[in-house]
C-alpha cells in the first residue's frame, strides 16, 4: 500500500509548507474539524511547521469524545447485566464514565467485546442465542452506514437479541453551533473527509455562503491537511470564502447514495446532547420508528439514567476551541491518558490525548 | 513519574480507581509497571537478593559460586495457540532465551512449567512439545526440568507454559540502562511490529489475509557475536510487548536519558506497515519476539552493525537514533515531513494475550 508513503512525502511537503509560508500576509485560525486530523496534524508535527500566526484549532470532531456521559453511564448500566454480551469499537472501553469504565466493568464479570466491524455483533449475537447482544453504536456520519447496517441485518436473520445502543452526531450543526458562539474565533475549516465520502459535499455550501467561511474538505494523510491547510490560506489572503474538495480521491459532490439509503432508512434525525458542549438541536441520529424494536435504551430500560459532569474538566472549552488542552488546569496533573477527567483524554483522536501522548514534553515539562 | 503519586499506598494494596485486575496489568505498560513496583516489589522486599528483583531487568544477574548468573523467568499465554510462524511452545523457549540473552549471558538450561486444560488434544500437545524441543536443540540451550498441572475444563485455554532459563554472563560484560550515555547509538535488530500482526491476522473475529509471519527467533547466537566483538555495548533489550516504543522509555526512565529517534529509520516492513494503518495501530508500539534494541557506543556502531548485519537474525539490523542529554526520560521522534512527538508507551492494550 504506497499511499502511506506517497501522502507523508517530505519534499512535497516542504514544497507545500514554503507556500504557504509565502502567502501568508497576517494571522489566520483555521479549525480541523475531525479528531482524525487533529491526530495527523500532532503526531506529524504539523503545527510546528506553519508560519508564525497560523494557529490550528482543534474541532469537536471526535465521536468519542462528544459523547455524552449519560450515555457512558446507560451503557455501563447494560454492559454490566449478566445476561448480556456488550460489543464495542476499543475506544470507548476506557472513555470514563461516572463511576467505572467498560474495563472495570469487564474485570468485575461483564462480557465486553472489542470488536473492528459492527458486523461482528451481529455475528456475535447468532453464536450466542441465549445472550443479548449490544453494540454501542457511535459516531459521525463515517460509521454511521456500517452501524445502520447491524439493525438490517438483524432483522434479515430474525435475531430477537440484537440491540443497538445509538448515539450518532452530525458535523453541519456542530460547525454552525461553534459559527453563533460570539467566543468563536474561527475563520476557515477543514472538513472531515471521510464525513463527506459518505455525506457528500452539498450540506457545506450554505455554511459557507451563511457565514461567509472557506470550507475545504481534508483527508487526513500529512499531506492532505496540508494541502487543506494551504487552500484555507489562499482562501483567507484573496478574500474568498468557498467549498473546495481537497480528499477527491475518496469524495465526490453526491456523497456514497447507498450509504445515504441505509442511513435514511435505519435513523432519523433527533437533538444530541455533546459532551462538554450540551444539547445541539438536530444534530444527531436515533434509530427510526421502523427499527424501534433494536433500540437497546429502550430494550434495557435506561433511559432514566442521568448524569452530571466534572466541574474540573474543560473539555467542552477544548472541542468548541476555545482553549487549547494544556491550557485547562487539570491538564496532566488530574487528568492524563491513565486516569481521564473526561473523554478528550481518552481517545487517540482526542484533542487532549493527543497532546499529552505527543507533545508533553512542551507544555509545562510534563514527563 | 509526576503523574502517579506514590502517598497513600500500603502494600498489598488495590490500585487507586482500580480495585481489580484488568487486561492492561498484563500488557507491559505503564499498568504492568504499576503493579509490579506497588504490589510485587514491596512484597517480595527483605530477602537477601532483593535488590536484584528491584532492578527489574529482563534477567536478574548476580553472583554464585564464583560465577556470573542470568536467570529468567517468563509466562505464555497467547490465544490462538498457534499462528503463522510459530506456536506457543517455540515462543516460550525463545522467550526466556531472549530475556536470559539480553543481559549478555549464554543461555544454558531452560525448565518447562505446563498447565493443561483438561480436553486438550495430546495430539496437540504433542506438537507443542515437539516445537519446543526443536527450538532448544535449534539454540543450543536444554530443558533439563519441568513440571505439569491440569485444570478443569473452562478454566484454561488449553495449554499455558512457563518457561525459565539461567545462563552464565561473560567476565567483564556489565550491561543495563546504568551504562546508557547521551551520545549512544540506538540500533534495533530488523523489522518491527511482526509477532503482534502476524498474531492479529489470525485473531477470532479479526482474520485478514497477510504473508505476515511472526519473527519468533532465539537471539542468543547473535548476541554472542555482538559481545565477542567487542563492541562498546551498554544496554540490550528484546521489545516485546508494547514494542519498540515500551522498551525506548523504559530505558530512558531507568537511565534518566533523553531519546530522539528518526521516525523513518526505524525498519518497518510494507504489510506490517499496512496493516497497522487500518487497525490503527503504531507500529512502535507492536510486540515482537526475535527483535533486540541494543545501546552502544556511538564510535562502536559501524562495527556493531556489520557484526549483526552478519547473522541470519540482524540483517535488518540499522541505526535509528540517539541518546540525548534534553527531555531525560522521554522519547521524541523526528518525523518524515520534519515535525517532532513524544512517542509515549501505548497505555492501553492494543493487543491482548500475545506472548
Redesign the interface.
Not at chain 2, 527531555?327 to 522521554?330: A, N, R
Given at each position: 500500500m504506497k499511499y502511506l508513503d506517497e501522502f507523508s512525502n517530505p519534499e512535497v511537503a516542504g514544497r507545500l509548507l514554503e507556500e504557504i509560508a509565502r502567502t501568508v500576509t497576517r494571522p489566520w485560525a483555521i479549525m480541523e474539524v475531525c479528531g482524525g486530523q487533529t491526530h495527523t496534524i500532532i503526531r506529524n508535527g504539523i503545527d510546528q511547521l506553519l508560519p508564525e500566526g497560523v494557529e490550528l484549532i482543534h474541532g469537536p470532531g471526535c465521536p468519542v469524545c462528544v459523547t455524552p456521559l449519560e450515555t457512558i453511564d446507560r451503557a455501563l448500566a447494560i454492559a454490566a447485566r449478566p445476561d448480556v454480551i456488550f460489543c464495542s469499537f476499543g475506544d470507548m472501553i476506557r472513555v470514563p464514565g461516572t463511576a467505572i469504565d467498560l474495563f472495570g466493568i469487564k474485570s468485575q464479570g461483564g462480557d465486553i467485546r472489542i470488536v473492528y466491524s459492527p458486523l461482528d455483533a451481529v455475528k456475535i449475537a447468532q453464536e450466542n442465542p441465549d445472550k443479548q447482544v449490544v453494540f454501542f453504536g457511535i459516531g459521525f456520519e463515517t460509521t454511521a452506514p456500517a452501524n445502520a447496517m447491524t439493525v438490517v441485518m438483524a432483522r434479515r436473520l430474525r435475531l430477537s437479541n440484537f440491540s443497538l445502543l445509538v448515539s450518532h452526531v452530525l458535523v453541519p450543526p456542530a460547525i454552525k453551533v461553534i459559527m453563533d458562539s460570539p467566543a468563536h474565533r474561527v475563520q476557515g475549516f477543514l472538513a472531515a473527509g471521510h464525513v463527506c465520502t459518505v455525506m457528500g459535499t452539498r450540506q457545506y455550501g450554505p455554511i459557507v455562503e451563511d457565514y461567509s467561511v472557506p470550507i475545504v474538505v481534508t483527508g487526513f494523510e500529512p499531506l492532505d491537511v496540508i494541502e487543506g491547510i494551504r487552500r484555507v490560506i489562499h482562501q483567507l489572503e484573496e478574500g474568498r470564502a468557498e467549498l473546495e474538495n481537497a480528499y477527491p480521491r475518496a469524495v465526490v459532490e453526491e456523497g456514497n447514495h447507498a450509504a445515504q439509503q441505509v442511513i435514511n432508512d435505519v435513523f432519523t434525525v433527533c437533538n444530541r446532547a455533546w459532551r462538554g458542549i450540551g444539547v445541539i438541536p438536530q444534530s444527531g441520529w436515533k434509530l427510526s420508528e421502523r427499527y424501534a424494536e433494536f433500540d437497546a435504551e429502550l430494550r434495557f430500560e435506561v433511559t432514566n439514567i442521568v448524569a452530571h459532569e466534572s466541574a474540573q474538566c474543560r473539555s467542552g472549552d477544548v472541542l468548541q476551541g476555545l482553549i487549547k488542552p494544556n491550557e485547562c488546569g487539570a491538564f496532566g496533573k488530574e487528568c492524563t491518558p491513565r486516569m481521564p477527567l473526561g473523554a478528550p483524554m481518552v481517545s487517540n483522536e482526542g484533542a487532549c490525548a493527543a497532546y499529552y501522548q505527543f507533545r508533553r514534553t512542551e507544555v509545562v515539562g510534563i514527563q | 513519574?509526576?503523574?502517579?503519586d506514590l502517598e497513600g499506598w500500603t502494600c498489598p494494596a488495590p490500585l487507586r480507581?482500580?480495585p481489580?485486575?484488568?487486561?492492561?496489568h498484563g500488557g507491559g505498560g505503564?499498568?504492568s509497571g504499576e503493579l509490579i513496583e506497588n504490589v510485587f516489589v514491596p512484597a517480595f522486599a527483605g530477602t537477601q537478593l532483593a535488590s536484584v528483583l528491584s532492578q527489574l531487568g529482563d534477567a536478574a544477574v548476580f553472583d554464585l559460586g564464583g560465577a556470573r548468573l542470568a536467570f529468567s523467568t517468563d509466562s505464555f499465554v497467547v490465544r490462538p495457540r498457534v499462528f503463522p510462524g510459530g506456536n506457543i511452545g517455540d515462543l516460550a523457549i525463545n522467550g526466556t532465551i531472549n530475556d536470559v540473552a539480553m543481559s549478555g549471558a549464554s543461555p544454558i538450561a531452560i525448565s518447562v512449567g505446563v498447565i493443561l486444560e483438561e480436553g486438550l488434544a495430546i495430539e496437540e500437545l504433542g506438537r507443542i512439545a515437539a516445537a519446543m524441543g526443536v527450538a532448544a536443540r535449534k539454540a543450543g540451550v536444554s530443558i533439563v526440568t519441568g513440571d505439569t498441572k491440569v485444570v478443569d475444563r473452562g478454566h484454561g485455554d488449553g495449554i499455558y507454559i512457563n518457561t525459565s532459563g539461567v545462563g552464565l554472563v561473560p567476565a567483564g560484560c556489565d550491561l543495563g540502562p546504568h551504562r546508557v550515555r547521551p551520545g549512544d547509538s540506538i540500533i534495533v535488530s530488523g523489522p518491527i511490529g511482526m509477532h503482534g500482526i502476524a498474531i492479529m491476522s489470525v485473531r477470532e473475529?479479526?482474520e485478514f489475509g497477510s504473508d505476515i509471519r511472526s519473527d519468533s527467533a532465539p537471539l542468543n547466537g547473535i548476541v554472542s557475536n555482538m559481545i565477542a566483538s567487542g563492541a562498546d555495548i551498554h544496554m540490550m533489550r528484546d521489545p516485546t510487548r508494547g514494542g519498540v516504543a515500551a522498551t525506548l522509555n523504559e530505558i530512558a526512565l531507568a537511565s534518566g536519558t533523553g531519546i530522539e529517534i528518526i521516525e523513518h529509520a526505524v525498519p518497518v516492513d510494507?504489510d506490517v506497515?499496512?496493516a497497522c494503518?487500518f487497525?490503527?495501530l503504531d507500529p512502535m508500539c507492536v510486540a515482537n519476539e526475535g527483535k533486540l534494541v541494543a545501546f552502544v557506543a556511538a564510535d562502536s556502531c559501524e562495527a556493531l552493525l556489520d557484526v549483526m548485519q552478519r547473522h541470519p537474525y540482524g540483517r535488518g539490523a540499522t541505526s535509528i537514533g540517539t541518546v540525548v542529554e534534553a527531555?531525560?526520560?522521554?522519547v521524541?521522534a523526528k518525523?518524515?515531513?520534519?515535525?517532532?512527538?513524544?512517542v509515549?508507551f501505548a497505555?492501553?492494550e492494543q493487543l491482548p494475550r500475545i506472548c
Open positions: - | 513519574m509526576s503523574e502517579f480507581n482500580q481489580n485486575i484488568v487486561m492492561g505503564r499498568l473475529g479479526l510494507e506497515r499496512a494503518g487497525l490503527g527531555h531525560p526520560g522521554v521524541v518525523t518524515a515531513i520534519g515535525g517532532t512527538r513524544v509515549d497505555l492501553a
